[in-house]
């Protein structure tokens, strides 16, 4: 008798966020007190002694401003986050502001105070990163080489590999997000869809973040990698942002091109990752390949990466 084997059906619905995340229960409170968190780079630069000087950026539900400290004449940035924004973006704020409490890195962008204001406003006092992003400098000065782009990796997988070692997932790795100084220091921010996670396992495949660099497990799970953990979803949006860096476009698309959601998640899922054009260094192609492989079981940490062939191709500059 012949074994007729049921065929499974892929289920490529968008997950509904949690009850929790769409409508709170009760009010969301602000995390602890600075105070009581030993973080030694803690400056809680009071708002009071703030002056705006120009308008940086908007954007989810906020503005950004450039601010100087009126005594000691220092430059921040200053995110104000609306009160009347809804719980989700709320929600978002919170978590930002305490995985910023908890960190403490040369590699992550530095917050220098948080403040709840009586408008229910919140605002964000942080390092400010006087080159802009991985994204303004790719659309103003043109793409990256590969001595350059080791360079980038170098500080983004430092920063992941102090992020992963204390359990923190960014979800959001993308140009944008990747602040440059003009001393070329590359730095993470932008807390607002990251997870803290309890337990190692602890199993994070939410539909947040930016979908273009979404990786394949975070649209079909059960397909690939049943285990994913979520730090894998960082080293395959790292793969993505620097083949980006280097071929001037998103690489699941042609120059100039926007899909809708469809066309992304088809992409990623059902197609080859994507690979880089001829004429790159064989260490550079197998880095990428070490980051976009479809399987995150497979993927480099972020931690062996740091000693992959392509970036001691490339030592640290004395520059």
């Not at 906020?62 to 200053?78: D, F």
Request: aromatic fraction near 8%; glycine fraction near 8%; charge should be positive.
């Amino acid at each position: 008798m012949a074994l007729v084997r049921q065929r499974r059906q892929l289920n490529l619905r968008l997950p509904m966020p949690e009850v929790s995340d769409q409508r709170p229960r009760f009010a969301l409170p602000l995390p602890p007190s600075a105070t009581a968190l030993p973080n030694p780079a803690w400056s809680n630069v009071l708002l009071t002694d703030l002056e705006k000087l120009q308008v940086l950026g908007h954007g989810n539900g906020g503005t950004v401003y450039k601010v100087q400290h009126k005594r000691t004449s220092k430059i921040y940035a200053l995110k104000i986050v609306h009160g009347d924004n809804d719980p989700t973006v709320r929600r978002q704020v919170l978590r930002e502001m305490d995985i910023l409490r908890r960190t403490d890195s040369p590699h992550i962008v530095r917050c220098h105070g948080i403040h709840d204001k009586p408008s229910g406003d919140i605002a964000i006092v942080l390092e400010y990163m006087d080159a802009g992003t991985l994204d303004s400098l790719l659309r103003g000065n043109g793409t990256f080489s590969e001595p350059e782009l080791a360079h980038v990796a170098r500080h983004i997988l430092k920063g992941l590999s102090y992020l992963h070692s204390n359990k923190i997932i960014h979800r959001d790795i993308k140009p944008s997000n990747l602040l440059v100084n003009k001393k070329m220091e590359v730095k993470i921010a932008d807390f607002g869809v990251s997870k803290i996670m309890c337990r190692t396992l602890d199993p994070c495949n939410s539909y947040v973040g930016t979908c273009a660099y979404m990786s394949p497990e975070r649209f079909d799970p059960d397909t690939y990698g049943g285990n994913y953990n979520g730090y894998a979803g960082d080293i395959w949006s790292l793969g993505l942002t620097l083949m980006e860096l280097y071929m001037g476009h998103f690489p699941f698309l042609s120059p100039g091109q926007r899909p809708d959601w469809a066309t992304l998640m088809c992409a990623i899922c059902f197609g080859n990752p994507p690979s880089l054009p001829a004429g790159v260094s064989d260490e550079f192609r197998g880095f990428i390949e070490c980051c976009l492989q479809k399987e995150s079981s497979k993927r480099w940490t972020a931690t062996q990466l740091l000693g992959h062939p392509f970036l001691c191709k490339h030592p640290i500059s004395n520059k």
